[in-house]
Protein backbone atom coordinates (compact mmCIF):
# COMPACT_ATOMS: atom_id res chain seq x y z
CA UNK A 1 0.00 0.00 0.00
CA UNK A 2 1.31 3.49 -0.48
CA UNK A 3 -0.18 6.11 0.16
CA UNK A 4 0.58 10.22 -1.15
CA UNK A 5 0.11 13.21 0.46
CA UNK A 6 -0.19 16.85 -1.85
CA UNK A 7 0.29 19.93 -1.03
CA UNK A 8 1.17 23.19 -2.62
CA UNK A 9 -1.80 24.37 -4.56
CA UNK A 10 -4.10 27.36 -4.24
CA UNK A 11 -4.90 30.31 -6.32
CA UNK A 12 -2.89 32.25 -8.58
CA UNK A 13 -3.48 34.88 -11.26
CA UNK A 14 -2.91 34.82 -15.02
CA UNK A 15 1.21 34.35 -15.70
CA UNK A 16 1.55 33.50 -12.40
CA UNK A 17 3.42 30.56 -11.10
CA UNK A 18 3.11 27.20 -8.07
CA UNK A 19 5.08 24.66 -7.14
CA UNK A 20 3.11 21.59 -6.23
CA UNK A 21 4.82 18.59 -4.20
CA UNK A 22 3.86 15.21 -3.15
CA UNK A 23 5.68 12.82 -0.74
CA UNK A 24 5.00 8.97 -1.32
CA UNK A 25 4.94 6.92 1.74
CA UNK A 26 4.59 2.88 2.45
CA UNK A 27 5.57 0.22 0.07
CA UNK A 28 7.19 2.53 -2.77
CA UNK A 29 8.68 0.84 -5.16
CA UNK A 30 12.41 1.07 -6.17
CA UNK A 31 11.91 1.46 -9.66
CA UNK A 32 8.65 3.33 -9.97
CA UNK A 33 7.23 5.88 -11.38
CA UNK A 34 5.65 9.55 -9.27
CA UNK A 35 3.36 11.36 -11.36
CA UNK A 36 1.11 14.38 -11.87
CA UNK A 37 -2.32 14.00 -13.27
CA UNK A 38 -4.73 16.82 -13.27
CA UNK A 39 -8.44 17.24 -14.21
CA UNK A 40 -10.07 20.12 -15.38
CA UNK A 41 -13.84 21.01 -14.69
CA UNK A 42 -16.09 18.90 -17.52
CA UNK A 43 -12.85 17.68 -18.38
CA UNK A 44 -11.07 13.80 -18.47
CA UNK A 45 -8.19 13.69 -16.54
CA UNK A 46 -5.07 13.69 -18.34
CA UNK A 47 -1.34 13.10 -17.26
CA UNK A 48 0.91 16.23 -16.77
CA UNK A 49 4.47 14.93 -16.05
CA UNK A 50 6.18 12.83 -14.34
CA UNK A 51 9.39 10.25 -12.86
CA UNK A 52 10.04 7.20 -13.29
CA UNK A 53 13.28 5.36 -11.65
CA UNK A 54 13.75 8.49 -10.45
CA UNK A 55 15.69 9.35 -13.62
CA UNK A 56 13.00 9.01 -16.60
CA UNK A 57 10.81 11.68 -17.10
CA UNK A 58 7.99 12.17 -18.95
CA UNK A 59 5.95 16.05 -19.41
CA UNK A 60 2.96 16.64 -21.53
CA UNK A 61 4.51 17.57 -25.01
CA UNK A 62 2.17 21.26 -24.99
CA UNK A 63 3.72 21.88 -21.17
CA UNK A 64 7.25 21.19 -21.32
CA UNK A 65 8.17 24.55 -21.92
CA UNK A 66 5.97 25.63 -18.45
CA UNK A 67 6.60 22.46 -16.50
CA UNK A 68 10.08 21.71 -14.18
CA UNK A 69 10.44 18.60 -11.67
CA UNK A 70 12.58 17.59 -9.03
CA UNK A 71 12.99 15.22 -6.61
CA UNK A 72 13.99 17.54 -3.45
CA UNK A 73 13.38 14.35 -0.72
CA UNK A 74 14.67 11.95 -3.19
CA UNK A 75 12.55 8.98 -4.68
CA UNK A 76 9.48 9.44 -2.94
CA UNK A 77 8.77 13.02 -3.27
CA UNK A 78 7.84 14.54 -6.61
CA UNK A 79 7.95 18.62 -6.70
CA UNK A 80 6.15 19.99 -9.97
CA UNK A 81 6.89 23.77 -10.78
CA UNK A 82 4.53 24.90 -13.37
CA UNK A 83 4.97 28.59 -14.61
CA UNK A 84 3.30 31.11 -17.04
CA UNK A 85 -0.34 30.22 -15.60
CA UNK A 86 -3.13 30.50 -17.53
CA UNK A 87 -6.95 29.89 -16.54
CA UNK A 88 -7.14 26.54 -18.77
CA UNK A 89 -4.68 25.80 -16.16
CA UNK A 90 -7.74 25.55 -13.39
CA UNK A 91 -8.50 21.93 -11.86
CA UNK A 92 -7.47 19.58 -9.10
CA UNK A 93 -3.81 18.21 -9.33
CA UNK A 94 -3.47 14.48 -8.31
CA UNK A 95 -0.16 13.10 -7.61
CA UNK A 96 -0.06 9.11 -8.78
CA UNK A 97 2.34 6.00 -8.13
CA UNK A 98 3.00 2.89 -10.04
CA UNK A 99 5.38 0.15 -10.72
CA UNK A 100 8.12 0.76 -13.23
CA UNK A 101 6.10 1.95 -16.53
CA UNK A 102 7.56 1.93 -20.16
CA UNK A 103 7.41 5.52 -21.97
CA UNK A 104 4.43 5.21 -23.72
CA UNK A 105 2.30 4.47 -20.53
CA UNK A 106 3.62 7.03 -17.98
CA UNK A 107 0.91 9.42 -18.68
CA UNK A 108 -2.14 7.11 -18.70
CA UNK A 109 -3.90 7.31 -15.69
CA UNK A 110 -5.23 3.71 -16.18
CA UNK A 111 -1.78 2.32 -15.15
CA UNK A 112 -1.55 3.89 -11.58
CA UNK A 113 -2.63 2.13 -8.59
CA UNK A 114 -2.35 4.75 -5.73
CA UNK A 115 -3.82 8.11 -5.97
CA UNK A 116 -3.75 11.22 -3.72
CA UNK A 117 -6.27 13.43 -2.52
CA UNK A 118 -6.00 15.97 -4.71
CA UNK A 119 -5.17 19.46 -4.76
CA UNK A 120 -7.01 22.07 -6.26
CA UNK A 121 -5.22 25.11 -8.45
CA UNK A 122 -7.60 28.29 -9.83
CA UNK A 123 -5.77 30.69 -12.22
CA UNK A 124 -7.67 33.76 -12.14
CA UNK A 125 -7.44 36.29 -15.27
Known amino acids: QVTLVESGGGSVKSGGSLTLSCTAS????????LTWFRQAPGKEREGVAG???????SIRDLLQARVTLSQPGGKDTLDLRFSGLTPEDTGMYFC???????????????????WGQGIQVTVSS
Open 96 to 114: AASEWLSKDRRLDDNQYAY
Open 26 to 33: GDTAYDGC
Open 51 to 57: ICGGYYT
